[in-house]
């Protein structure tokens, strides 16, 4: 065992200086290249396996979003907010042009609104799936995280025909959409696919949601209580898992959520295992919803509104004013302030993701006194999800 | 449309702060205007008034005014209202500073650390401010910012040694 001093000595000798830390403690770079942090870091102080202190230091996915838009015509710039999310790129293309028809004072005809929801509600879906793979692997449950891909590859070809991107879409866009559906055959398509899955969620609880492994691992780790949640701007399946029933599509309704039948699964433990059982929950109403939707059917009519204004899209102009548009996404509230000084580019776009609440303060004060291993959980059960925060 | 509910919450602040000008936007939409120094009195009342998350700290340069306007994005879910609190501040670095709020709401520390690297504002009593946040130090350094006179694009050109891929005399780009 070499000595404190001597290694001291021996770093001094190589033109190092090591930090005094107090006790055993060091400091640990968790990310951005570890793969749980997804491009984001955190600078742990570990005192044996226990983290002491916790800093955020994101920035890495940091590409001024808000403001290059300053510098592009009005429908250029979904092509640049829905990379704001990765995982669920249509809820910044909603905000953004529910926003927009704000200040046009447009009524986006019921069609569009149709796509729309059935669209967003999709994109849940499918961000969920996604989490489900990434929860399931740092778990260790590598099954579940398999299927969950795969799974998620049907959606990812029904997307595919409706919008013709697999991953980036850039089809909500201000008045409506950018293409009518493909046909009766894609509604047949969907409503199979949302069948096929609720079948499959029960191997999901067998494997993942109610195997053992998951509760040895989550009970009781990254705990917050109510009054904590709403203070540090929790939203979203986070702030249900603590015991407040909030739900944008419930408080603020959006779209064709007022029409629709759904519940909002409340859990009161506030730990990372409430947390992945509300996100449970909610997959089952997501789908129960896209049920809904296909048993509405889609309403005839225009997809998009009819203007005048929109036949030169590079000098379309928005009156001036500003208006702010949030939808729930699967990480919480999303929402997006946008400001017109009535020219054909935004003066000013904020977009305000949940993790800027989640994988800041929130991190950094659930990370103390927990084991390194329980890190990447306890990150992945709050679904952060860096570009948020950096944009 | 019924407004009621709305007209109510602001009547009931406005009451409480008579410094204050408040608007109903619409459903579910209020707008406060109130002077910068009188920034952490009108939260503390809104938090009083079950306003419980804010969402966001917007900051927004008006360079024809030399105003910054600073968007307090408030949201209540006990009325499932949307809150703006706007205050406008001096646009000179020097004088750009508005009390923190914080203490208030907690989650604002981000906002703030987000609104000063960007828009330059200082936020008196925050002392995360100075930490790294999300531009490194070499942009930093040279003034990088969201502000409506940095030149962007005259930035990107230096920094990436694109000078030939654009034209000089076109303003218009779109990037």
């Known amino acids: ?223 917050m209580d109510k009054k904590f949640a709403l203070e540090e701007g929790v939203t979203g399946p986070n702030l249900r898992a603590t015991g407040v029933k909030a739900d944008v599509r419930k408080l603020d309704p959006y779209l064709l959520y007022p029409e629709l039948d759904f519940e909002v699964p409340v859990l009161k433990e506030g730990d990372a295992l409430a947390r992945v059982l509300v996100r449970r929950f909610e997959i089952e109403q997501d789908l129960y919803i896209l049920e809904q939707l296909l048993e509405m059917g889609p309403p005839s009519g225009p997809y998009k509104v009819e203007d005048p204004r929109l036949k030169a899209l590079p000098r379309f102009k928005v009156p001036a004013g500003d208006a702010y548009a949030h939808v729930e996404a699967t990480g919480g509230d999303f929402g997006a302030y946008v400001i017109s000084e009535g020219g054909n580019k935004p003066y000013r776009v904020q977009i305000r993701g949940p993790s800027i609440s989640h994988g800041v303060r929130v991190i950094e004060q659930l990370l103390v006194g927990a084991r390194i291993a329980d890190v990447p959980v306890i990150l992945m059960s709050l679904g952060n999800c860096p570009p948020d925060i950096d944009r | 449309m019924n407004l009621e509910k709305e007209q109510m919450i602001v009547e009931k602040i406005l009451q409480k702060a008579p410094y204050a000008e408040g608007t109903v936007r619409r459903q579910r939409r209020i707008e406060f205007r109130i002077p910068p120094d009188r920034i952490r009195d009108f939260l503390m009342l809104l938090k009083e008034n079950n306003f419980e998350t804010m969402m966001q700290i917007t900051a927004v340069d008006w360079l024809k005014d030399g105003e910054i306007e600073l968007v307090y994005q408030m949201w209540s879910y006990t009325h499932a209202v949307h809150a703006f609190v706007k205050t406008r501040i001096p646009r000179d670095v020097d004088k750009a500073r508005v009390p923190t709020v914080r203490d208030i709401y907690p989650v604002a520390e981000t906002y703030e650390r987000d609104a000063h690297e960007f828009y330059k504002v200082t936020f008196e009593g925050n002392d995360k401010l100075e930490m790294p946040w999300i531009l490194e130090d070499e942009d930093k350094e040279a003034g990088v910012c969201h502000r409506k006179d940095f030149d962007m694009l005259g930035y990107v050109k230096k920094k990436y040694k694109l000078l030939d891929r654009f034209e000089e005399d076109k303003e218009d780009y779109v990037i």
């Open chain 1, 1 to 223: 065992m070499v000595s404190q001093q001597e290694l001291v000595k021996e770093a001094r000798e190589n033109g190092m200086e090591l930090l005094p830390l107090e006790k055993d403690t060091y400091e640990l770079f968790f990310g951005p290249q570890h793969m749980a942090t997804e491009n984001y870091s955190l600078i742990l102080k570990m005192d044996g396996n226990r983290v002491v202190k916790a800093i955020a230091n994101p920035g890495f996915l940091h590409r001024g979003f808000e403001k290059l838009a300053e510098y592009r015509p009005w429908y250029t710039n979904i092509a640049l907010f829905l990379r704001v999310c990765v995982p669920e790129p249509d809820v910044p293309e909603a905000i953004y042009s529910m926003a927009v028809d704000e200040l046009m004072g447009w009524e986006v005809p019921e069609r569009a609104q149709w796509i729309r929801t059935t669209v967003l509600e999709m994109a849940r879906v499918t961000s969920y799936l996604f989490w489900t793979m990434g929860m399931a692997f740092k778990l260790g449950v590598y099954t579940a995280g398999q299927w969950a891909a795969a799974y998620r590859e049907r959606f990812m070809a029904l997307f595919e025909e409706l919008t013709g991107a697999r991953v980036y879409h850039i089809y909500t866009i201000p008045g409506g959409v950018r293409r009518d559906i493909p046909g009766d055959k894609w509604l047949r398509q969907l409503r199979d696919t949302v069948e096929y899955l609720k079948d499959k969620l029960k191997d999901f609880d067998n494997v993942l949601f109610e195997n053992y492994i998951t509760f040895k691992r989550l009970e009781g780790i990254g705990v």
